[in-house]
């Protein structure tokens, strides 16, 4: 499909909005923009129906829908001016009514034109054939062992495929829980467009009916972001919430909407008055609120602000203006997602036993996630594992009244089918927070400690349980080349799955569990698990989700099998467990602070790690580390290092000898970690290193003797905008297979001893403004099979690609995206 059908749609979908605002101003445009209006709005849904369907267009077709988006792009530009244009000024203005004029002839001549249906034509074809394409290679394209065997770890091809596919899984579901949910939606945007100065709306459905799916569809509709001109927060609220930091965001994003009376709602929070009133409507979205306590804190009273609250929870309280209760999917929309999910189709397939798929759905009782879950866990099995299916799902009673139980105890079938080791992967899930995106590089290092399994299998495993719908792949939009997907990848789960997780696991005595897991935040330690203090504790994987930690909080416990501990919190200060002293075979350690600010947290007793010497992983999230001590015994079997969003400073520890504390190590990644501007010039006597990854850093320069790392195989400093040139001994990498030093806006050139990486496959060097040339030794780079870049320097790789056999040059877009850091 060509660049202009996606064009046309992005200039239609603003020039409409613009065109809302000019009807909306006293101008003499404003007969015409009205009348274009109309001709936008009729055209809009066909240029959508082509740019969503992927239909290649004749080139007579293509020539007319390239002179509709200039005509288009015309009319972009002419309603910016009309909106800048002063009301006083009458001739301009006249001028531009006469031009208003012409373009809104322009586009209803081409509409009042037969391309209209010929497009239409065009579409339905397309969507045939591509049907067709679809059903012949349905089959094979789903099995996980085609998808593996051309698996390159390291590689992005297989896992963005991943990826993608649950993208547009999202979209279809998306699509059709329109159909299910257009009732409801326009129920609650009734609700949400009331002209009272204050409204407290509820959304309550039992979990994964797919109530912050509908909260989403409202949040992104067109006239609902029109009316409130797209102020609108959404907030994950969750079972264990930092109340004062989600005051402080509604206080803030109220303050940034300007309130008339009020500079800053955030401070006088507590006066509740009604007074304050916005210039324009805003709309908050509670997601996920579980006490009526907690939602008491989160209610303001600001005239023209609505609230949104989505609960599984009806609260019976006066300050919630009206509810939706969410009704669950009708028989044949349930039948639709369920046919989706297991057999690709939106229907029951010829020839396929009606009546036991229906009796299968019916046990699914119209919950979205169930029949996801369990239509996925169905797919391309023979039909005696549906019947036997069947019988289980009519089996599982419920243990008491509730509906959500029931289900909750009808999708553990999916989990049943898993083979052991992709089930333990699956309960490990339940060891993080709620609502919260789990790196894969997190994941990957506990699944390859806990379960003794290589990067292939644990990269298998993610696919595997994506494709069974109990996690979802979300890609990171700082999105590199090569080698970097581990790192830009996230794992998310829905919170029923989670429960489903947390509840298998928990079966046995708290002594006896083999995943001791804390489900909810709390400011200590658990008081089931001071209780048992006295035995031991069997756990292999121990998680805990506190709030500031000193050292009087913790317990004396011991754990003499535990090999990962992950230790959640939220604080500026956390003092490290003593009990990690009695963790023997502790093998990776998952610190990650969830504070909702910029700050770090003080990280004390880093010294309690001095007699870990089965550790062979650690990832710290947003900590200081003031000094690293003085240890004694080298941590001799640690591989792996991951400082992210951390403060570290190793300027001051000049004799800080890292080969001696870290003899083996593999893997050294530090993002973000700003106060980083120097590594320690030991790091080039780690002869063990493979990975070094310091993305994000206001690092000046690279030890002139990185030369001496002779088995480092992948070299990444991403985004380091000081750092102005590579060290000469770059040319003594030989085994190095992959560079990436995109967003280096400092760097001037790529050094002439490149050419010495005779191992180099792979270089990223997107956004590298100074780079005006590259040196002659990339000719003698052949084994580069890759190379990203931006336009202004592809002509130059181009050349390059003449000379070396297999090269690639990709050029990409720009990216700023900084969403992913409020995760």
Known sequence: MAVTDFFAGEIATELLKMLISITRKACLCKPSAE????????????????????????ATRQMQLDVLSRALHDGHELAGKVLASSRWNVYKNLQLSRKMEKVEKKISRFLRGPLHAHVLADVHHARFEATERFDRLEG?????????????????????????????????????????????????????????????????????????????????????RSYYNNKILFLKVSQSPNVEQL??????????????????????????????????????????VWSLPVLNQLIFRVA??????????KFQSELITSTYELELLREEDAISLFCH??????SILPGSDENLIKQIVEKCKGL??????????????????????????????????????????????????????????????????????IPLDVLINIWTELHDIDEADAFAIIVELSSKNLLTLVKDSRGGANYSSKCEILVSQHDVLRDLAIHMSSLESVNQRRWLVMP???????????????????????????????????????????EVLILNFDSTDYFLPPFIENMPKLRALVLINYLNSTKTAQLRNLSVLAKSTNLRSLWFKKVTIPQLPKITLPLTKLLKISLILCKIDLKDQPELDLSHLFPRLNELTMDHCVEMTKLPSSICQVKTLKSLSITNCEIEELPSDLGKLLFLQILRVY?????????????????????????????????????????????????????????????????????????????????????????????????????????
């Not at 001709?39 to 849904?45: A, H, N």
């Not at 999910?341 to 939106?346: L, N, P």
């Not at 105890?409 to 083979?419: G, T, V």
Request: hydrophobic share 35%; proline share 3%; charged share 30%.
């Open 35 to 58: 009348q274009l209006l109309v001709s936008i709005e009729e055209l809009l849904p066909i240029i959508e129906e082509i740019k969503y369907s992927g239909v290649e267009l004749t």
């Open 140 to 224: 094979s394209n789903r099995r996980l062992e085609q998808r593996l065997g051309s698996m390159k770890i390291g590689g992005s091809g297989w896992l963005e495929e991943a990826v993608k596919e649950i993208d547009e899984e999202e979209q279809y579901e998306c699509s059709l829980l329109k159909v299910g949910m257009e009732l409801g939606k326009r129920k609650v945007k009734d609700m949400i467009l009331d002209k009272d100065d204050f409204v407290v709306i509820g959304i309550n459905g039992i979990g994964g009916s797919g109530k912050t799916t509908l909260a989403r569809e409202i949040c992104r509709d067109d006239e609902v």
């Open 247 to 288: 005051r402080q965001q509604i206080g803030e994003f109220i303050s940034e909407s300007r309130i008339n009376g009020c500079s800053d709602i955030a401070h006088q929070w507590t006066l509740q008055s009604n007074s304050w009133n916005t210039v324009t409507p805003i709309l908050v979205v509670l997601d996920d």
């Open 304 to 313: 023209g602000c609505k609230i949104l609250v989505v609960s599984r929870i």
């Open 341 to 346: 999910t297991a057999f690709g189709k939106t």
């Open 368 to 437: 979205p996630l169930a029949l996801k879950v369990i239509g996925a866990s169905l797919r391309d099995q023979p039909e005696k594992y549906w019947i036997g299916a069947k019988n289980r799902l009519s089996r599982a009673q419920p243990i008491c009244d509730s509906h959500e139980t029931e289900l909750l105890n009808r999708m553990k079938l999916s989990i049943d089918y898993l083979s052991d080791k992709v089930r333990d992967c699956f309960l490990d899930l339940g060891s993080f927070p709620e609502d919260k995106k």
């Open 520 to 562: 909810r935040r709390e400011n200590g330690v658990p008081k089931e698990w001071e209780r048992n203090i006295d035995q031991p504790f069997h756990a292999q994987i121990v998680s805990v989700h506190t709030g500031e930690m000193r050292e009087m909080d913790w317990l004396k416990m011991e754990f003499p099998k535990a």
């Open 719 to 823: 985004a380091c905008p000081k750092l102005k040139m590579l060290p000469s001994g770059i040319k003594n990498l030989i085994w190095l297979e992959h560079i990436d030093i995109s967003q280096c806006v400092a760097l001037h050139c790529l050094n002439e001893e490149i050419g010495g990486c005779g191992s180099l496959k792979d270089i990223d060097m997107r956004e590298c403004l100074q780079i005006k040339r590259l040196p002659k030794s990339v000719a003698w780079l052949r084994s580069l099979r890759q190379v990203v870049c931006d336009e202004e320097v592809s002509w130059l790789w181009k050349e390059i690609e003449k000379e070396v056999p297999g090269l690639c040059v990709q050029v990409t877009e720009q990216n700023h995206d900084l969403e992913w850091l409020k995760e």
